[in-house]
């Protein structure tokens, strides 16, 4: 890693440290960074000059002495704006100060031949409503939908094209970062949730297919082709249930919206949605606790099978599988347990999403706060 790679690293370390603590000292950051006190103080002394930061006179306390001055990152000193494909092709557009603190969501009717109109006649309209005309755009992110979200390889089926992001960073004046949705949540983990401070982690997400990523060495990973949401075709039971998307007995089967949505129906229990089946596990239906355990069992073994390959004991839990968490721990321990090689099975740690359990508009800004200071 050369000189600028490791001033910019340092820079966001710092940066993102005093975004999650406001009001910290700067000494207190000596103990919450690995970076020593001459780069600390030189950085902070930066990000006050480029008005990033700013600095205040701190509480006075019982001790002798000066109170030590508190450190809070300038929420107006930039904006980042996220953008996120939902269904029936329209597009949110999300504005946050550099603080990460969301200030106006809007959703717009767009195609892909009229996106660009569209945030060129919704962008003032939107700027207004947070209360930001005229500020600085720091960082942009664009969230979609499907597989694949390399630089040159977004979909055809996608609202955005290369061309179209190459016009934004043009309109924008800034990076603009590129990911599927479930690479955007897992930096939003990384950035705002469960996974906040975690160098290596699995992230697993259920809706209509089970899908996940990685985040190893302090980066998200992107693989050969950008295509690392296929958790869902891990096979779980050689000869087990057939699904439209990956083999037989894949955990797709068994784990994705769907599936457990239909097992249930075998039993006689017709759920409009998983919240409903949820809310029955709670009031202890033993058959809907059943079914969920055993939707645990095999999410456990495929976890157990990515922990042990991967040696990562920190797994975080989104969408669906977040709402049902309370009622899919306990079997998915006693896989990890059973199937994890050494002390990791007794010391991994599985734990819900604490972002919503649809969180584009989180993590379009994630992306967004990525494309302008990275942690990675």
């Known amino acids: 890693m050369n000189s600028k790679s490791i001033r910019k690293r340092n820079t966001a370390l710092i940066f993102h440290a005093i975004r999650h603590r406001p009001g910290i000292s700067q000494a207190m950051l000596r103990s919450t960074t690995p970076i020593d006190r001459s780069t600390i103080s030189a950085v902070v002394h930066q990000l006050e000059a480029d008005g990033l930061l700013r600095r205040s006179r701190g509480k006075a306390g019982y001790g002798m002495g000066r109170p030590e001055d508190v450190l809070n990152i300038e929420p107006d000193a930039g904006l980042l704006l996220g953008f996120a494909e939902l269904p029936s092709r329209r ?33 003032p309209e939107l700027l207004q409503r947070a209360g930001a005309i005229g500020t600085t755009v720091r960082g942009a992110g664009l969230l979609l939908s499907g597989p694949q979200a390399a630089r040159d390889e977004v979909l055809a089926a996608s609202l955005i094209d290369s061309a179209t992001v190459n ?22 983990e990384r950035y705002e949730g469960s996974a906040s401070g975690l160098n290596n982690f699995i992230y697993v997400h259920t809706d209509e297919l089970v899908r996940g990523a990685l ?23 050689p000869h ?48 809907v606790k059943t079914v969920l355990a055993e939707t645990g069992s095999y999410l456990g073994v495929a976890l157990a099978n990515a922990i042990n390959l991967l040696d990562i004991g920190n797994v975080i839990l989104g969408g669906d599988l977040a709402r049902l968490s309370a009622h899919l721990m306990p079997a998915i321990h006693d896989m990890i347990l059973r199937d994890v090689v050494g002390p990791l099975g007794r010391e991994a740690i599985v734990r819900p999403s604490q972002l919503d359990t649809d969180p584009l508009s989180s993590g379009a800004l994630a992306l967004a706060m990525e494309s302008f200071l990275p942690l990675s």
Do not use: W
């Open 215 to 237: 985040f190893l060495d302090g980066r998200l990973h992107q693989g050969l082709a950008g295509m690392t949401d296929r958790f869902g075709h891990v096979v779980v039971e």
């Open 167 to 188: 016009n934004l960073e043009d309109r924008l004046g800034c990076p603009v970062k590129v990911a599927t949705e479930i690479q955007g949540y897992t930096l939003a």
């Open 91 to 123: 597009i949110r557009i999300v504005v946050a100060g550099l603080d990460g603190a969301m200030r106006a969501t809007l959703d717009s009717n767009a195609s892909r031949h009229s996106l660009e109109l569209e945030i060129r006649s919704l962008l």
């Open 240 to 287: 087990g249930r057939m699904t439209d998307a990956g083999a037989r007995g894949a955990l797709n089967a068994y784990a994705s919206r769907v599936a457990i949505l239909e097992r249930l129906s075998e039993f006689g229990r017709h759920y409009r949605n998983l919240d409903d089946a949820g809310a029955a596990a709670s009031n202890n239906d033993a058959l």
